[in-house]
T-cell receptor, first 114, second 112 residues
Framework: NAGVTQTPKFQVLKTGQSMTLQCAQD?????MSWYRQDPGMGLRLIHY???????DQGEVPNGYNVSRSTTEDFPLRLLSAAPSQTSVYFC?????????????FGPGTRLTVL | AQSVTQLDSHVSVSEGTPVLLRCNYS??????LFWYVQHPNKGLQLLLK??????LVKGINGFEAEFKKSETSFHLTKPSAHMSDAAEYFC??????????FGAGTTVTVRA
């Protein structure tokens, strides 16, 4: 099992550009989520999905879109990048059967917006 | 709603001495609590979790945490720090709809 994979690992964008951060998992997990990590703020939930075709907003959803067409993939889209979106982004997944199941995190994408 | 407060942003210990990372939580129901560790430039790894079973939870790498409902705390300890324990640690509470709330993190430095 590859677990949770994220691409790219690093990305630099100019203000106003768009891009998609990719996330995939091969554990057949129903629940997937995106977080951003900023110094001194822990991880904050951007969007999450409890299954294919179902998504919902987290704590900081503005400026980001998601979709979930398959169980395996959960891409995060930045429509018009802003410097405030400079951050490290983590994707996570878990089985939706039990709320206390372990969340598995990807290695992260480090995004810089100039 | 739930929230987590990690009481120390930075903890420095000598190798071989005990480590204590403090976490207080707020939750309107019986919570599930986790500790995750993040080594530099790495993803997050689960250390241990409390799921309403035993209040003293043992995790990986010699870490353990005790859930104290009366104090709304879930402090993480290790009897003897190792250089490899230098990392950032996050206390996390999870809601019934799978939303995780993270503390701000505690950075651990281990002195030789």
């Amino acid at each position: 099992n590859a677990g949770v994979t994220q691409t790219p690992k690093f990305q630099v964008l100019k203000t106003g550009q768009s891009m998609t951060l990719q996330c995939a998992q091969d554990m057949n997990h129903e629940y997937m989520s995106w977080y951003r990590q900023d110094p001194g703020m822990g991880l904050r939930l951007i969007h999450y999905s409890v299954g294919a075709g179902i998504t919902d907003q987290g704590e900081v959803p503005n400026g980001y879109n998601v979709s979930r067409s398959t169980t395996e993939d959960f891409p995060l889209r930045l429509l018009s990048a802003a410097p405030s979106q400079t951050s490290v982004y983590f994707c996570a997944s878990s089985s939706a059967g039990v709320v206390t199941d372990t969340q598995y995190f990807g290695p992260g994408t480090r995004l810089t917006v100039l | 709603a739930q929230s987590v407060t990690q009481l120390d942003s930075h903890v420095s210990v000598s190798e071989g001495t005990p480590v204590l990372l403090r976490c207080n939580y707020s939750s309107s129901y019986s919570p599930s609590l986790f500790w995750y560790v993040q080594h530099p430039n790495k993803g997050l790894q689960l250390l241990l979790k409390y799921t309403s079973a035993a209040t003293l939870v043992k995790g990986i790498n010699g870490f353990e945490a005790e859930f104290k409902k009366s104090e709304t705390s879930f402090h993480l300890t290790k009897p003897s720090a190792h250089m490899s324990d230098a990392a950032e640690y996050f206390c996390v509470v999870i809601s019934n709809d799978y939303k995780l709330s993270f503390g701000a993190g505690t950075t651990v430095t281990v002195r030789a």
